[in-house]
């Protein structure tokens, strides 16, 4: 099978330190993976290409990458699988969000520090017990998904807000909290919802679903963010923007069935938030531009008690 590869290219000792792509063509068997074009390049073709990878079976996460704009593992991406249906080449690149060092192999630096950030260990309290601690299955079993993340980055390749706030924490390093927050042996949970509530936390996160997406083994950082957030809130924090604008999303659907747009940004910031209310201004003013102004006077949809029972039904689960 004949593979034609489209490779980002980088090397800062070069004299041409400008981001490139190099084509190259391959032969491939169908059941070749895109590690194996990229080892095969290495080995065969160019041996200056740099990329990262190790156990070639999806474990240790050190091959992940862009395979035509998305984040995955190379080593179990078929190339048969990624070929464009329209015979242009695969598109390979450097995880994103991380700087390059050079080609196809990032900084991962930044990604250990907000993993750090957390905690990322147990805190008991009390005297050192004396024999094992036994944790029952029933509170562990919640956490079975989380535990499998292998810290590949490949949540925060393509994580959105990533790309423009550096600040957030980014969903590897959030599902990684909410490990041990939902541990029945840790005893820090109060200090870490505290941590976790503040700039740059689990308010940040836009639900765009990107980490769920992209995540080999399905972990569903976005999931365990919004878990986070509930426990965040359980604890009494709830005098944030990113609480009340939760508090304030609700309860608008719950009323009328669906969003006051005019009302939650007040009710998010708090009416007497002056300056948070002037700086929404260039955004109302290109709203009404762009005709995505919402009306003034916000109506109940037809049979809006439908919505209702639907909240009282979940919260009487709880």
């Known amino acids: 099978m004949e ?32 590690l194996d074009a990229l080892i095969q390049i290495r080995e065969d073709v160019d041996g200056t290409l740099s990329l990262r990878c ?23 991406t078929k ?16 995880a994103g969000n991380l700087p390059v060092i050079k080609d196809l192999v990032v900084d991962f630096q930044p990604f250990w520090d907000q993993v750090k950030s957390i905690e990322p260990w147990l805190q008991p309290a009390g005297e050192e017990p004396e024999g094992e601690y036994l944790a029952p299955d029933e509170d562990m079993l919640h956490l079975a998904g989380v535990v499998s993340c292998i810290l590949c980055g490949a949540c925060v390749s393509d994580c959105t807000v990533l790309e423009v706030d550096s600040n957030f924490l980014g969903p590897a390093a959030l599902a990684k909290a909410y490990r041990f927050v939902g541990d029945p042996r840790d005893d820090a949970d109060g200090k870490r919802l505290k941590a976790l509530n503040e700039e740059g936390g689990v308010w940040d996160c836009t639900r765009c679903m990107k980490c769920v997406e992209v995540c080999p083994k399905g972990v569903a950082p976005m999931d365990r963010i919004m878990s986070l ?16 604008h939760a508090t304030a999303f609700v309860d608008s659907v719950r009323h009328s069935g669906w969003l006051d747009e005019l ?12 300056k948070a209310m002037i700086s929404l201004i260039p955004l109302a003013i290109r709203s009404q531009r762009a005709g995505k102004v919402p009306p003034l006077i916000h109506k109940n949809i037809p049979e809006v008690e439908n919505v209702r029972r639907i909240f009282d039904k979940v919260e009487n689960k709880k």
């Open 54 to 76: 190790s156990c070639r079976s999806a474990i240790c996460g050190s091959c992940a990458m862009r395979v035509n704009g998305e984040a995955g593992l190379a080593c179990n």
């Open 79 to 94: 190339v048969i699988d990624a070929l464009p249906s329209d015979g242009t080449a695969i598109v390979i690149e450097p």
């Open 263 to 274: 009302k939650l940004p007040i009710k998010s910031f708090g009416i007497f938030n002056l």
């Open 229 to 244: 957030r509930e426990k965040v809130m359980d604890a009494g924090h709830t005098n944030t923007n990113g609480a009340r």
């Open 3 to 34: 593979v034609k590869l489209s490779v980002r290219r980088y090397d800062p000792e070069s004299t041409n330190t400008v981001p490139h792509f190099q084509e190259y063509q391959l032969e491939m068997d169908e059941a070749a993976t895109v």
